[in-house]
């Protein structure tokens, strides 16, 4: 399909997220509208902000996906977050902390997470897949080069006029 890319960012929830009760097929096929999720009043969700990576980073995220798996898999973490909302870690000492902004660097790529920052998120491994198969979905999204000019399919300009009376 012809399309341009979407360029602004979204914030996701993960499918795993304890605050999601429902939705979730809805709320992923909408481009992640979260009237269409099902969430608990009682529990906050974690956002995660996200962008659509670039020709060259899907380049060099399949490479090193090919090669080496997981690393494949961060690698796209790292060049799409960019933001992240009620997420906090805890130290073994019994600190928390929440993180609002990962540490980000200039790559030959484009902008990307410091690798120093994965490491000290230690992000468990169903949080890289779900995470992962996100930014790749979001990444082949494509937005009609136009919008079409007539009315909905099923619908005459006749028929529209006429259901306004």
């Known amino acids: 399909m012809l399309g341009r890319r979407v360029r602004d960012a979204v914030k996701v929830i993960l499918p795993s997220d304890p605050s999601v009760l429902g939705g979730y097929a809805a709320y992923k096929e909408s481009l992640f509208d979260e009237s269409k999720l099902q969430l608990d009043p009682k529990s906050e969700p974690t956002r995660w902000q996200i962008r659509q990576l670039s020709d060259d980073q899907k380049d060099a995220v399949s490479v090193v996906l090919a090669t080496a798996g997981r690393k494949g898999k ?22 928390t902390e929440t993180i609002h902004v990962p540490q980000m660097e200039h790559t030959p790529i484009g902008t990307a997470i410091k690798d120093e920052w994965m490491v000290r998120m230690g992000f468990p491994t169903p949080i890289i897949d779900e995470l992962f198969e996100l930014i790749v ?10 919008m079409p000019s007539e009315p909905p399919s099923g619908e005459t300009d006749k028929s529209s006029q006429e259901s306004k009376d």
């Not at 790292?78 to 600190?95: H, K, M, V």
């Open 74 to 95: 961060k690698a796209a973490i790292q060049c799409s977050l960019q933001a992240l909302e009620n997420f906090a870690i805890q130290y073994p000492d019994g600190r």
């Open 137 to 146: 979905f979001f990444s082949e999204v494509q937005l009609p080069l136009s």
